[in-house]
């Protein structure tokens, strides 16, 4: 590890102090590229076994979504997460630079979903480089459907910076897209580079050498946006993660109204007191809309829907065969057909197929073969 970091703290200077130009997009392509390597080094474990979490830190995927509360210590995630769930996990009213030492899992249902809660232990700058505990904070965290940054509203600018840094050597990309990018590797015919619009930063050049520094001299590049050498590089590696995130922003009883109103006005961010439980309902109705569940109302035949307990899918599968799926997987091989009642059809009780997309609040009744 310590040749890496060697590297690392060779690459990352020279990086600083050149100049952003034309002329040197291509060098500074190379040295993200060769960075990027020399990160992915330092976060996975030897032995091709996998590694995982660790101890303390492998928390069971169950429920409708996982929430990462990931912030630098005594910022009161533990506060925060024991006053939204429930749950309590070790708070101390001093600074402590490792108050929560492993993963706190907690639950809070909310519109009929069933979202966990986990309180990760702080982050410090350098975790990225496995100082503390961050590598296996950052890794449980690339798990999550949405990542809560907690932030002292005191200083919120640096330590975003800092945390933001963290996440993205680890291959966490945050409030993004992936790279709108076609790849496709092949065995031989070199680097064919297509680009559907214009392009100031990625030449075919500099998309050779990137690609040549992960050992790829035969492939079909697209590109079909303005893409930079960080979306290259991110697509080479093929490890990347784009994960919403909320900035909260802590003890806004320690500032004015003035800076309150100030704050507001910050994208992504959601002000509040976790002492004093202020703003939560705020917070829980952002969090709502940024995992973008969809909730379907089943319907026994003859009965009225049950509104009680709807399934919940992400938005990104809503399909009526995703929704049979969840439901248990042999229910897709006796199915028939669905009867559907909301949005997504033209009229209400309407027949559809497996391939039928559901929207929120639809309500559903399948038929069996």
Known sequence: MSSTLAKIAEIEPEMAWTQKNKATAHHLGLLKARLAKLHRELITPKGGGGGGPGEGFDVAKTGDARIGFVGFPSVEKSTLLSNLAGVYSEVAAYVHEFTTLTTVPGVIRYKGAKIKLLDLPGIIEGAKDGKGRGRQVIAVARTCNLILIVLDVLKPLGHKKII??????????????PPNIGFKKKDKGGINLT?????????????????????????????????????????????RVCIPCIYVLNKIDQISIEELV????????????????????????????????????????????????????????????????????????????????????????????????????????????
């Open 164 to 177: 933001k840094n963290e996440l993205e050597a680890f291959g966490i990309r945050l409030n993004s897209k």
């Open 195 to 239: 680009a559907t619009c214009p392009r100031r930063e990625l030449d075919a050049e500099t998309v050779k050498s990137i690609l040549a520094e992960y050992k790829i001299h035969n492939a079909d590049v697209t590109l079909r946006s303005d893409a930079t050498a960080d979306d290259l590089i991110d697509v080479a590696e093929g490890n």
């Open 262 to 369: 100030i704050i507001y006005k910050v994208p992504h961010c959601v002000p509040t007191s976790a002492h004093h439980r202020w703003n939560f309902d705020d917070l829980l109705e952002k969090i709502w809309d940024y995992l973008k569940l969809v909730r379907i109302y089943t319907k026994p035949k003859g009965q009225l829907p049950d509104y009680t307990s709807p399934v919940v899918l992400p938005y990104s599968r809503t399909t009526v065969e995703d929704f049979c799926m969840k439901i248990h997987k042999n229910l897709i091989k006796e199915f028939k057909y669905a009867l559907v009642w909301g949005l997504s059809v033209k009229h209400n009780l309407q027949k559809v197929g497996k391939d039928h997309t559901l929207e929120d609040e639809d309500v559903i009744q399948i038929v069996k073969k």
